[in-house]
Structure formats: C-alpha cells, structure tokens
C-alpha cells in the first residue's frame, strides 16, 4: 500500500525497527522524568516540569545554526553513531543517581541541559540523514512513517513506563532506556554504507550559516510554516505538562493514569501519522487546517468533566497535531534544495523545540496561577491562531476572494475565487535569486483549491 511503501526499501525499514525501540525507551524517560519532577522531587510543581523541558528543548534555539551546518557538511551516519552513544550514557548516570537515592532536582535539571545539548544536534542529523535512506519520491511518505514511528513509541513508552515508575521506580525506566538506543545502533551497523544515496553536501568556507538564513527568507511559504509551527511548538504541544497538571492536580490521579492518558492521546496521533503517510505530498492548507483543528479539539479537552472524557478528547487533538506537525515537517524538507536541507531543518526544528524555554514555564504559570484546564485553553488559542494566520497568507498569496454563484445551493454559494489577473487561478510563478542559492517556488505547487 502506499501508505507503507518505504518500508519496502531495506535501508529504511533497518532504520525504523531501530528507531521505533529506541523511540518507546526515549518516552519511557520522558514520562518517568516528568513524573519524578512532578510528585517525587516537587509537591505536584508544574512550574518545574516547565523548567526541566525548558532545559532540555532549549539548546535547540541555540545550537540550530551550527548543527544544520553539521549536518549539511559532515557524515550524518557517523555524527548519528556519537549523538546515540552520548545519549546512553546520559541516561545511565541519571538511572544511577535516581536507582541509589542520591538524585535531587539540579541534578534532573543538569541531566536535562546536558540531553538537550546533544539532542540538538541529533534533531537534524536525524530529520535529513532519511533522504539518504530513500529516494525524493519516497521522502513525505518516510517522514510521516517516522512520525507513525514515534507516536506508536508514544503510545506503548508512557504506559509501560507509567506501571514500571510505579512498581520500580523511575530511575529502573532510565537505565532500560539505555539499552533501547542499542537497537537504533545496531540498525546503523546494518545499513552498509556503500548503499547509502550520495546527496550534495555544503562547500567549506565562511558564510554558509548565512547562505541558509537567507534562502529562508526568500521563501515566504516556508516563513509562514515556520511562523505557525512556533505558535503552536511554544504554547499547544507541551502535552506532557498538560496532562500531569490535569490528571495529578484536576483529577487527583498517579503516574499509572498519567502514563494511560499520554498513550491515548498517542492513538489519535499515530493516525494523523498514517493519514499524512498515505497523501502524495504535503500542502499548506493541509497544515493550516489542522492547526485550526487543533485549536478547536484543544479547548474541547479543556472543559472535559472527567478523566474518561478528558481522554476521548485527546484522540482528536493527537491526531490534529501530529497532522500539522507531519506536513509541516514533509513540507519544508521535499521543497527545500538538498544542499540546503539540514540548515533548514535545523532551523525548522530550533522554531519547533526551542520555544519551549519560553512556552513550556509560562503554561506551567498559568496551571499553578488559574488551574490546568486554563493552560489547555493557551493551547487551543494556538491553533486557531497559526491557522488564521496561515489561512490570511493563503489568501493573498493566491489573490483569492470570496465569490457567488446563484444557480448553486447550499454551501456552494460561496466559494473561494482567484482575484488575480490569469481567469484559470494560477498566479505567477516569483522566483527569488540571491547569489544562486534559492531555487524556483511556485506557491500553487504546494496551495489548492
């Protein structure tokens, strides 16, 4: 099926058993980290979950640049080999500290910063270093397997973690953590390297942080993604404070039920995934429109009565979620020149991750300061912001009105029309040059009717 076709490339489905594992052990630590701030070394302090992800998320604003440009210039194979290696072992010393009762919060704290540095230059390597497992056709379709991959993570690591933070101890979810980077390790030993595709790479010299920065901004369509992907990343996606803060303080539950609700939520995610799996390729009104969705299914959850409903409102925000986070993501790497691919990604991701330092504390304040179901009201405020925002951009980009025809009914009275001067709707193609580094863009490749 098409929705599955990488998976029929050897090199691809080597790296997606082995991320997958490596991927429930990295949710394993999430959840069993957040709930050992929150109820073992806090009194149920949201505000510190907020610090430990602001700790971890924000080397990513920092460190884009140079580990785009790493990225874009060195062996992604190799770099990923020490990224995974560094990892591990953190892991380990922060089982260790928890295991023997010596851990404390600066050293959650410390662990978390430490994380968040080699993530960062993970976090690219990771998103270009799969257009050398398949070739450009099959790139939207191993995008959103990889984002399938990690929400079907997200929905076994939370409850396994859940039940063994309970019956271990966290500090047991650590060092089991470790042992699942082994698998992601593993898979790159197998993959040869003679079979990986030959892809350009960055010319040395001075400037090419630069030369990235400024293709961005001669793609408007790429601005206004990463403009909504920020809105959202910095005040929608902390999910994890959200549901601790709902669950621990408005429900009154333990990590059993706080590992259940991240799973639940992860079944709407893992089918946003596999929806964005089987399209041909990403479109902006695919990514605006589920932010708006996001937003609207966001404050749904937040006037939820109980747990159980709280629950069934979070399949939809999953899977909005994830819809607008794996198009976006789709979007930016398929129309972004191979040469140029991991500074952008970087850059995607440092807008995606590193708002956190800014989102995650203050939706943290305001669960303390209003109570939980008002942080998930930021949420919902969001979306429907990215989405207004996007949708106005559409708009002009297509110099689209708002039309009448008479002789229609229902609905179809109205209907968006071209305002422009070409009668079929297509705008001019514009193409930005500086210095040869951007490439032609036609905003009707990736904008529909």
Known sequence: MSTFKSLHVLNYRLWFVGALISNIGTWMQRTAQDWLVFDHLTD??????????????????????????????FNRRHLLVMTQSAMALLSTGLGLLVVTGAGQLW?????????????ALDAPVRQTFVSELVRDDYLPNAVALNSASFNVARMIGPAVAGVLTVAVGPGWVFLINTVTFLALLFSLWKIPASSLRVLPRAAPGKGRIREGLRYVRFRPDI?????????????????VLFIAAMVGTEFGLDASAFGLMNSIMAIGSVAGALLSAGRSKPR????????????????????????????????????????????????????????????VMALYMAIFMGGTPVGAPLVGWVANVAGPRWSMSVAAASGLLAALIGMVWIIRAKQLRLGFNRR?????????????????GKAESRVRKDEGAVREQNPDDAVER
Request: net charge positive.
């Open 44 to 73: 149920h302090d949201a505000g510190a979950v907020g610090i430990t992800m602001a700790l971890q998320l924000g080397p990513q604003l920092f460190l884009a640049p140079v580990a785009g440009l790493v990225a874009d210039r």
């Open 107 to 119: 050293h959650v704290y410390a662990f978390a910063l430490l994380l968040g540095l080699v993530s």
């Open 223 to 239: 601005v206004v993604v990463l403009v909504a992907v920020f809105i959202v990343g910095t005040l929608g996606l902390n999910f």
């Open 284 to 343: 902006l009104r695919i990514i605006f429109g589920a932010a708006g969705a996001f937003g609207v299914t966001s404050g749904l959850a937040a006037l939820a009565p109980n747990y159980f409903w709280f629950g069934v409102a979070l399949v939809p925000v999953g899977l909005f979620a994830i819809t607008m986070m794996t198009s976006a993501n789709g979007y930016v790497q398929t129309t972004t020149d191979p040469v140029m691919r991991g500074r």
């Open 408 to 424: 229609a009914r229902g609905l179809r009275y109205f209907r968006l029309v071209s305002a422009g001067p070409n009668h079929d």
